[in-house]
Each structure stands twice: as C-alpha cells, then as structure tokens.
C-alpha cells in the first residue's frame, strides 16, 4: 500500500492497515476556502497484498479556512475491501488552509491535515466532486509543502 497517499487521512492512518450527509456530486456553494471541503467524501479501496483499507471522511466547516470532523477507516483481511471489516477506527481530522499555490497550472490549497494528534503540510486540489492531494515522496517548497499533485487517484464526494 502506498504509505502516504491516496488521501491524506488513509495516509496518516496506514500504520492501523500495516497493524492489524454532505452536499451532492454538485459544486459546493460556499466559495470560502474552506466551503469545498465541506461534505461525505469516500476513500476508495486501496490494498496491500492481501489487506486493504477503504473508508470516509466527513467535514463540516469551522470557519472560513478550516474543516474539521471524522475519518473512519475500515480494513480488510482481503485485498479488494469486501464483505466485514476486520477493524474500524474512527478518528478526528480537520484541515487548515494557510492559503493557495501553483501546480502544475492547478490552483491549490496549502493545508495542515490532522488526524487525531498527527499533522502534516499537504496541498490538495478539489475539481467539483473530486479532491486531490500530492504523491507519497513529492519534493517540498521552502515553508515545507509539497510541490507535485497526485492527479491519478481521488477521493469522491457523496
């Protein structure tokens, strides 16, 4: 499984897999920062070997540059996240926006994402119902977030 990424929460969360309602598909209509963010997002299933992990998040906005909820993650003693969890956790995530960037002609956010007590920089990218973030390992700028988008895999709004 990929250690960081497919989402930021899976990624702050893999070491559990490794151990062991919103808006609709529309444009949100809140144009804060924060307001994109807004919803029931699904993590699709990413396996490692014979494991897997799925899971949700759901945000309700704070203010104008912060989300904050609940991830919950569900892993899998098979490799294609079917039929009963094998374990659920659900844990605390919220995301700051410190303010906008560019990459690759892409305007995105400059985030803290926190699960539970670990934090880290991110950038992430919304296009209508579809939130993207960096690849594992992406190279970071001098305030320390990371400079590549990972545009291969999404997380979906409900």
């Keep these: 499984m990929n250690t960081k990424k497919h989402f930021w929460a899976l990624a702050l969360a893999t070491p559990l897999l490794l151990s062991a309602c919103g808006p609709s598909g529309d444009d949100p ?3 804060s ?8 997002w699904d993590i699709p299933c990413e396996a490692d070997g ?14 104008d540059n912060l989300v904050s909820g609940t991830l919950t ?7 294609n996240c079917s039929g ?3 374990s659920s956790e659900t844990l605390p995530a ?3 926006i410190h303010g906008t960037g560019s990459v690759s002609g892409k305007t995105v956010d ?3 994402a926190t699960l539970g007590n670990d934090a880290e920089k991110d950038i992430h990218y ?15 700028d001098a305030e320390g977030f990371p400079t590549t988008l990972d545009m291969s895999r999404a997380t979906v709004r409900r």
């Design 29 to 31: 209509v809140d144009s």
């Design 33 to 40: 920062p924060a307001g994109k963010y807004v919803g029931v």
């Design 50 to 63: 014979s494991s897997s992990a799925a899971g949700e998040v759901t945000l309700n906005k704070s203010n």
């Design 73 to 79: 993650l569900r892993v899998f003693a098979n490799a």
């Design 84 to 86: 009963a969890p094998s």
């Design 94 to 96: 919220s995301l700051t």
């Design 110 to 112: 400059k985030v803290t």
């Design 126 to 140: 919304v296009e209508g119902d579809r939130w993207f973030e960096s690849p594992e390992g992406s190279p970071v």
